[in-house]
């Protein structure tokens, strides 16, 4: 299992590195970014190794994403959009969308809606993750005693 997770991490590092490059990330974002997508992917196939329900697993990858790149941003004083952007793009559900797009295709419209559902739920999670995670960010970054910056 530790051996597999590792993997998971580091395919998860390098895919979230070769977005980066692809979207243009400034190049001091690079390798925070992609630690921070690996840390994101591995908890969600963690979770679910430990038996959570997906969307579960999901809403927690995409938590711990959200947490960690609005950290990352603030020590490194750049917009949180390149570290929440790269923290996400392992957890899309592109197989998904793709089986739901297949299935419609074939005129198999059942099996496409169920899908396609459930590809829309990982979404809402995902977005739901990241929507709490910087809720939880900047209710604790600006609490009464802390600086603002």
């Not at 395919?11 to 997508?37: E, Q, R, V």
Request: proline share 3%; with cysteine.
């Amino acid at each position: 299992m530790i051996l597999e997770l590792l993997r998971t991490y580091a395919t998860s590092f390098l895919g979230t590195l070769g977005f980066a490059l692809l979207l243009h990330a400034p190049k001091k974002a690079w390798l925070p970014a992609s630690l921070i997508g690996g840390v994101s992917y591995t908890l969600y196939i963690l979770l679910l190794q430990l038996g959570c329900h997906q969307t579960i697993a999901m809403f927690g990858g995409a938590l711990a994403g959200s947490l960690l790149a609005q950290i990352c941003a603030r020590r490194m004083r750049m917009i949180a959009t390149i570290f929440i952007t790269l923290s996400i793009v392992s957890l899309v559900p592109g197989l998904g969308l793709y089986r739901c797009m297949e299935h419609l295709g074939a005129g198999r419209n059942a099996l496409g809606l169920q899908a396609g559902v459930l590809a829309m739920i990982d979404i809402m999670m995902i977005a739901l993750g990241l929507g709490v995670g910087g809720f939880v960010f900047r209710a604790i970054a600006t609490r009464p005693g802390t600086t603002k910056g």
